[in-house]
């Protein structure tokens, strides 16, 4: 069973950045990306990374986040640049073992149990 650990989430002035970190172990990912929920909002994709590194974002962090992979050690990172209020949210880990890149959440089947980051204004 494949078991993802986030960190390096914490608080950070506006304009700042923040990288936070992903480890998988338990089993080999293909799909590895970020999921974001704020406070009374939907969990919504932030970006992601197949395992030959072509990377998707949404468009609200194109510009500003770098997602990034280490094959060999099965761990993903977020590099967050320019942060702003709205970033504020927690950040969850997640990873399916398809090839195919997707938005969904619900096509991960693997999950962390998420980090806080919070953008002061």
């Known amino acids: 069973q494949v078991q993802l650990v986030e960190s390096g989430g914490g608080l950070v002035q506006a304009g700042g950045s923040l990288r936070v970190s992903c480890a998988g172990s338990?089993?080999?990912?293909?799909?590895m990306g970020w999921f974001r929920q704020a406070p009374g909002k939907e969990r919504e994709f932030v970006a992601a990374?197949?395992?030959?590194?072509?990377?998707y974002y949404a468009d609200s962090v194109k510009g500003r986040f770098t997602i990034s992979r280490d094959n060999a050690e099965n761990t993903v990172y977020l590099q967050m640049n320019s942060l702003k209020p709205e970033d504020t949210a927690v950040y969850y880990c997640?990873?399916?073992?398809?090839?195919?890149?997707?938005?969904?959440?619900?096509?991960?089947?693997?999950w962390g149990q998420g980090t806080q980051v919070t953008v002061s204004s």
């Open positions: 990374v197949s395992s030959f590194g072509s990377t």
């Open positions: 997640a990873a399916r073992t398809r090839g195919v890149v997707s938005m969904r959440g619900e096509n991960y089947p693997f």
């Open positions: 338990g089993g080999y990912v293909l799909t």
